[in-house]
């Protein structure tokens, strides 16, 4: 018989775990190896139990959604996050998507959607709500604009190709494998990427990228 799917529940509302785990316990296939109510506690569980898959929280006490997320894909970047969330706003969903969250549920998803969005996941597919879907369409249809094209004229070719895997969502860790450097290496380029681009973040990055049709 095929290994069951181990997942991993963080969420900091006790009874959203409880009810999470009771009814992923009776789907076939899934197991709940663990839950935790914080980021630190998820991460140290993550390292211990190796899950597949990790249904996340966005809105957490102490380190949120998705700062827990960089950081645990960092240093298991074979699982697939699916954040189960109530929020939408773009302030939480593009900066999750950025730190390599695999799929993006709300809590009011039925009990079987969120079972087949777990084992979607152990097949390498994404899920995403259909309102966030959208959402991230409109959001990447919008003219690319040109006036900031001489920006990224200063990146060197591997800024260039990190920049491309920031913008395709992908983690430090998923950067370093792929491009057979080290994390430390690709944070640098990252931080020099984010100075001759005059962004902020990982989320401003992905914009521009996508604006400018580095990203495809």
Request: aromatic share 4%; net charge negative; proline share 2%.
């Amino acid at each position: 018989m095929e290994e069951p799917i181990k997942v991993l529940l963080i969420d900091d509302h006790e009874m959203v775990r409880i009810g999470l785990a009771a009814v992923l316990d009776t789907e076939d296939g899934i197991e709940v190896v663990g839950e935790a109510s914080n980021g630190v506690d998820g991460i140290r569980l993550a390292l211990s139990y190796k899950p597949d898959v990790v249904l996340m929280d966005l809105v957490m006490e102490g380190m949120d959604g998705v700062e827990t997320t960089a950081k645990l894909l960092e240093q298991h970047g074979d699982c697939k996050v699916i954040v189960l969330t109530s929020f939408i706003d773009d302030s939480k969903l593009y900066p999750v998507i950025e730190a390599g969250a695999f799929s993006y549920l709300l809590k009011t998803s039925r009990a079987s959607e969120i079972a087949e969005a777990i084992r979607a996941a152990a097949r390498g597919q994404s899920v995403l709500e259909s309102q966030v879907a959208a959402k991230m369409m409109n959001r990447f249809r919008q003219p690319k604009q040109p006036a900031q094209a001489s920006l990224h004229d200063d990146l060197t070719e591997r800024e260039m190709d990190v920049l491309k895997r920031v913008a395709q969502g992908m983690s430090n860790q998923e950067i370093a494998d792929e491009l057979f450097i080290g994390v430390k290496t690709v944070k640098f380029h990252i931080t020099n990427i984010f100075n001759k681009l005059q962004v902020d973040d990982r989320t401003q990055a992905a914009i521009y990228a996508h604006k400018q049709g580095i990203a495809e």
